[in-house]
């Protein structure tokens, strides 16, 4: 079996991931290649029916870009809900209420998305739930839940929040859609398209028109497909779990001392955002994020909500040079920790997750290198990160090896011409 660089194999990752490029047997690469037809070709029943690119206009360079369906006049929007089985009912989720949160991660934490082998589950924080779901401007009204009449046990929820998202050269009012999870009990059952027609109607009820959205399935039609890269903070941990493997010819004692990392930070000048910074940070994450092909179009406000550092959330740091106090560089990160399903010894793997990063002064490299040593100062475990924006230019140099699986990213009612490559998206979703 071949080792990636750093002599270290991952076997099972985290939710939403497939086999090691770097570890693949000759079956899993026939397999991948099936996949990559049955991908194309197998039927959709409910996408086809709707506004997405879908596979057979790939390569239509006759079809436009931008809106594939216009807006209705509001008054046209179905102005009820739609049906669903008689045993269950919508509900709207109130995430102020403290009991309604519960309820949501509760469900979440039992049934969201799972690694291949079922070994990991997010787990999603209730406060980060909160904060995911309340940005500026959010409508109580895009979090949905379905309950079981009878017993009012949730048992489905999906949900939305607003943005503005930046096709090359247009500013595209979007819902992100998110967390959309069916209980276990009640897979295939057809609920899963329910849910998207019912919070396509809420989104239009606001007058928008357009959503994006990731998955690790492959659907009509990615505008993208981005890679999940891993770097060990705790190996041992790790391998004890089984989220990696000990690489060929290395020792455990050898393994730790090659992903060892400093005590403090070396970047001077580097400290953690605070609500001063808001303005600095938003002029330099719009500089960065207007050379990529979609990205999201961040005010003040946003930066304030996305981007101010919350406890077990999300983390923010920037480089505040010592002699201007001008602010040059930045780099986000937020929490996701998985449940480890069955392991005697650990129930938690703690993960920070690459958000947005600019660096204008210092080398993106050290600047994630002070991200990683502040990542393993707060005892998370790994440190993910997709090969979007410009990660591909640290990840190797900084020990990270490429995961299993793949996120596809989708725009809903809005056709690109071409897929574009992941260093050219902007935009990361929680
Ligand atoms: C994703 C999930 C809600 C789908 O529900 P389900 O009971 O498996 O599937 P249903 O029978 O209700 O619906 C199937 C349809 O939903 C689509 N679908 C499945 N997963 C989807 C996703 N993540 N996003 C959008 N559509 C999805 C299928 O493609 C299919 O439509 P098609 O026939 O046009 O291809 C459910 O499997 C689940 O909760 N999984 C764990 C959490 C998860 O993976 N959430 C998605 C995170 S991106």
Redo the contacts with the bound molecule.
């Keep these: 079996m071949a080792n990636n660089e750093n002599n270290e194999e991952h076997n099972s990752k985290e939710p939403q991931e497939k086999p090691v490029i770097s570890d693949e047997t000759l079956e899993s690469i026939v397999r991948k290649f099936q996949d990559s037809f049955t991908g194309g070709n197998k ?6 029916t709707q506004p997405v690119g879908q596979f057979k206009d790939v390569g239509n360079s006759g079809l436009p870009e931008g809106p594939i369906e216009d807006p209705t006049p509001l008054s046209e929007v179905k102005q009820e809900p739609y049906n669903l089985p008689s045993l269950y009912e919508w509900v709207t989720c109130d995430m102020d209420n403290e009991e309604t949160c519960a309820e949501v991660y509760n469900l979440l934490t039992n ?3 799972e690694d291949d082998e079922n070994m990991f589950r997010f787990n999603y924080s209730k406060e980060f739930l909160g904060w995911a779901l309340r940005p500026p401007g959010y409508f109580k009204s895009w979090h949905i839940g379905v309950k079981v009449r009878a017993s009012k046990k949730l048992v489905a929820f999906i949900a939305g929040v607003p943005a503005r998202i930046r096709v090359r050269n247009e500013v595209v009012s979007m819902a992100e859609i998110n967390f ?3 209980h276990k009990k ?8 329910v849910m ?1 027609k019912e919070v396509t109607r809420r989104v239009h009820l606001e007058n928008i028109w357009q959503a994006a ?5 492959v ?1 009509p039609t990615p505008i993208t497909t981005c890679q999940y890269w891993h770097r060990s903070l705790n190996p041992k941990k790790l391998i004890d779990v089984g989220f990696s493997r000990l690489g060929a010819r290395m020792t455990m004692s050898r393994t730790i001392k090659l992903y060892k990392l400093p005590d403090s930070t070396v970047t001077s000048g580097f400290r953690k955002m605070e609500l001063r910074d808001v303005p600095a940070v938003t002029r330099l994450l719009r500089e960065y994020l207007a050379q990529f092909v979609v990205a999201p179009d961040f005010d003040e406000n946003d930066v304030e909500h996305w981007l101010l550092p919350r406890e077990d959330v999300v983390d923010s740091y920037l480089v505040e040079s010592p002699e201007t106090h001008e602010v040059t560089d930045f780099c986000s990160f937020y929490a996701l920790p998985s449940s480890i399903l069955g392991n005697q010894n650990y129930s938690i793997l703690k993960a920070a997750y690459s958000y947005y990063n600019v660096s204008t002064k210092t080398p993106l490299l050290r600047l994630m290198n002070d991200a990683l040593i502040v990542a393993k100062k707060k005892d998370y475990d790994v440190f993910n990160a997709l090969d979007v924006m410009e990660n591909e230019a640290f990840l190797k140099e900084l020990k990270f090896g490429p995961g299993d699986g793949q996120l596809h990213y989708y725009l809903y009612n809005y056709r690109l011409q071409n897929a574009v490559k992941p260093s050219e998206l902007g935009l990361v979703l929680l």
């Design positions: 039927q959709h029943k409910f996408w086809e049934n969201y998305v959309l999870c069916v009640l897979r295939s059952k057809r609920l899963a398209p998207i959205y990731t998955a690790g399935v659907l």
